[in-house]
């Protein structure tokens, strides 16, 4: 008897969907910034909205690129969004993740 593994496949875009919308429940974070890279980052699969991910078979690495509020402890708020994102990917897709990377690009002052 022959076995099959079934295989289940997240889109690129619900991953990065899914980074983005957990970092922006975090309160601090007012928004998500460009993808740094100029150029080349319109021809660099899985970027889109301030986030990048690296897919590996299960696991997953995520860069997001924020907006944080003037008003925000920015440490604490970057430390909740590699939690939120972290615990989203486990939670949602089952994925081991490899690593949650935060870079505040900017500062919201109103």
């Known amino acids: 008897m022959t076995q099959t593994r ?23 974070v007012t928004g998500m ?18 986030v990048q991910i690296e897919v590996d078979d299960n696991s997953i690495c995520a860069k997001l690129y924020l907006v944080v509020s003037a008003m925000a402890d920015m440490k604490a708020v970057a ?10 990917y486990q939670d949602m897709v089952g994925m081991v993740v490899r690593g949650v990377s935060v870079s505040i690009e900017d500062v919201d002052y109103d």
């Open 6 to 28: 079934d295989r289940t496949v997240v889109a690129p875009a619900v991953l990065l969907t899914i980074a983005r919308l957990s970092a922006l429940a975090v309160e601090g």
């Open 33 to 50: 910034a460009a993808v740094p890279g100029g150029v080349n980052r319109h021809f660099t699969r899985g970027t889109g909205d301030g």
């Open 79 to 88: 430390r909740a969004v590699q939690a939120e994102v972290g615990r989203a």
